[in-house]
């Protein structure tokens, strides 16, 4: 279910069914020549939609912000101010609360999202809330192996085999295939005399074209079976979800220890 596509009724109805809303998180940034803008805030949004038909659940409206700090030298990035951002997810999480949610799933479309949406995750112990956050993982080592076997690079990263034939399954209108570059891209490695350093930079210093990988074996049938791994791992943490009781009364443990300090 979409949030913004229920009525206010219906809405209340699927708050008192579900319980749980699912956020999910892009940006709007290059994606090589032959992607849009929106690419991750489309895919993750399309797939979380798909996962929560199977498991119900209401997906929240596509969400374009997230820590893109490294696109902003090209048309069309759209970034938040550092501090602004957290307290506009903590805004939003809290909103999502307000409506009567008990759990939020946040789903990352994104790279660039990966230290931040942990870390989001972590201020949770900051404050008691009325709702508890899960961050939805990976692939499980099986379907990696099916990913892996569905694909015929193996290096990928941003605008590449997966994510183009991800967008060619989900709106191919959008893609661009005759503007796919001609060589694919590869680390730079400019930053590489600096082995295990983490530098705001360290992307930009690898994929200055914001093109990881190599889009010319893209296809939409590749891109359904790759669809169909990220549903149906979403599909299983969604039901975990719904049927856990744990984190809530963890988080009730941990904060009413913390209650007792100030005693
Ligand atoms: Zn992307």
Redesign the pocket.
């Known amino acids: 279910m979409q949030w913004e596509q229920l009525t206010w009724a219906d809405f209340r109805d699927a708050v008192a069914e579900t319980e749980t809303c699912i956020l999910t998180m ?1 940006v709007i ?1 290059k ?1 090589s020549d032959h ?1 849009p803008l929106g ?2 805030t489309l ?1 993750v949004h399309k797939i979380a939609c798909m996962a929560a038909e199977q498991e119900p659940a209401v997906v929240f409206p596509p969400f374009y912000f997230g820590q893109i700090y490294e696109a902003r030298c090209f048309p069309g990035t759209i970034t938040i101010e550092p501090k602004l951002m957290l307290a506009l997810l903590e805004g939003v999480l809290d909103e999502i609360g307000r409506n009567g949610f008990r759990k939020i799933i946040i789903v990352n ?3 660039g999202n990966r230290h931040l949406i942990p870390f989001l995750a972590e201020t949770t112990l900051w404050e008691q809330k009325s709702y508890s956050v899960y961050v939805a993982g990976r692939l499980t080592p099986e379907r990696e192996e099916a990913w892996a076997a569905i694909t015929d690079t193996d290096y990928h990263g ?2 590449c085999e997966c ?1 183009t034939s991800v967008s060619l399954a989900n709106h191919p209108e959008l893609v661009h295939m005759e503007r796919v570059p001609d060589e694919p891209a590869l680390p730079l490695g400019r930053l590489s005399h600096l082995p295990g350093n983490m530098s705001g930079a360290g992307w930009y210093a690898n994929h200055p074209e914001h093109y990881a990988g190599d889009a010319r074996t893209a296809t939409a049938e590749k891109g359904q079976q790759l669809r169909e791994l990220l549903v149906d791992t979403l599909v299983e943490f969604i039901a975990a979800v719904k049927a856990d009781e744990t984190l809530a009364s963890l988080e009730e443990e941990f904060f009413e220890r913390e209650d007792g300090l100030a005693r």
């Open positions: 892009g940034e994606h992607l690419t991750d895919n479309g994104h790279g941003h605008a994510e």
